[in-house]
């Protein structure tokens, strides 16, 4: 949207998301579902990112069941895929004849690439036809913004539409060592903060983001380019083109400041390799804190898989990316066997509370229990819950409960916080990748050979950036920046 190309248009996507909003609070718990005519029980699987605790997930799917099937006529298989291992293990999904019907996509996953190759089901009839709750809750911009080759592929999850940076840690820590939060910054700030746990808590490593998240280089960078699902060819808010994100300056300072970090001791020894999350690191008693991209009631969700109270401090403006519509979305895979009854489950995590807070939530009584303020805490002598869910992945979270730690209007914060973005040039750009699928080939290749390396302070960028680098130019990384400079350049003349 070109930074919404022009005034009128950034009012339009405002006053969208207020009606959005508006919308939410009005809805009732029936999910008012289009006729489908059910015609005969089916049962849709559906495959989503999972990172903590869920044994009680059969109980949570049985009761989500018992008001699917009275209202279409179906069930819902859950299948959780631990986030390590998504993207290869719905690729194989998608490419063998496992039977798959709804799917988490994403551009960190490569949803443009699978929509091109044909292994998600074109959504636009089946949103007019059977998603109509869809159509009326989700801003149109983000619909347009999730277009490949002009048709949708997937319903974006009704979320924070954009992020701030900064680090967030363990408060009894913070509280224990009389740090005072009020006086960082910056990010080189938090340098006397990582200090201070070094030599005083030597059972915790200060930084433990991983390369199975936000790695400390992207967070420092956080802001700068919108890197387009891939980074190969992002777009600078600076210059507004499409630059080589690895030689920009921005990016080379925030990986020089990563590594003097980890050669502190600072970051976590095998942040490069390891494959744990970092929440699960705090959780596991090893770890103070780490860099990550945020939200309103950020720490609220981060005690609730850490088991922890955290603290954070924010660190930069609020942005809003290509991602807000491509980041986290709901797609039909190929393999459906019935794509209509499968939109028919969308549009219930659109419009159906009750779902959609058995989804999130669990179970009330076993899972949370609601106070009279209208916020949600653990049950009475409950001290973790057996069903945590990222429900920021999926569906409306508008009708979801907020967590105690929140106030009860945590969704009209979330609205303000979403109307403070300052968006990317490129909102709303979605980059065509079959003219240059080969040099991306080959490019991902380098990425994934280098880039957490670096960008965890692991690797040594005097050395390993300039060999990263010119990989990437043999590779065709100019080949690619210069066609999504191309189709960027036809986009905003649109």
Known sequence: MKRFRVLTKFLLFMLSAVLVLAGCSKESSSGKQEDSGKGEPYEVSMAYITFTKIDDLPLVQEEINKIVKEKINATIKLVPINGANYQQQTN???????????????SFFGYNTQAAKGQLVALDDLLKSHGKGVLEILPEHLLEGNKVNGEIFGTPSMRDWGSYYGFIMRKDIVEKHNIDLSQIKTFTDLEAVFKIVKENEPSLTPIVNTGQGSTVTSVLAGGKFDVLGDSLGAVSF??????????????????ELARKWFQAGYVLK????????????VKAGKGFGYFSHMKPGFEVQEKGI????????????VYSYTDAATGFNLSIARNSQNPEKAMEVINLLYTDKDVMNLLANGIEGKHYEVKPEGVISLPEGVAESNYVFGQWQIG????TYPWEGNDPDYWEQMKQHNDS???????GFTFNPDPVKTEIAAAMNVLNQYRVGIETGTLDPGKSLPEFNKKLKDAGLEKIIAEKQKQYDEWKKK
């Open 396 to 399: 409306n979270n508008f009708l």
């Open 270 to 281: 095998d942040s490069a390799t390891s494959q744990e999350a970092s929440a699960n690191i």
């Open 421 to 427: 973005a300052i968006f990317s040039p490129a909102f």
């Open 92 to 106: 194989l999904m998608l490419t063998g004849n496992e039977k798959l019907d709804l799917l988490v996509t994403s």
């Open 306 to 317: 850490t088991g922890h109270e955290m603290v954070s401090v924010k660190l930069s403006d």
């Open 238 to 255: 600076k210059t507004e083109k499409m630059v080589n994100m690895f030689e920009e300056p921005e990016y080379v300072n925030a990986v």
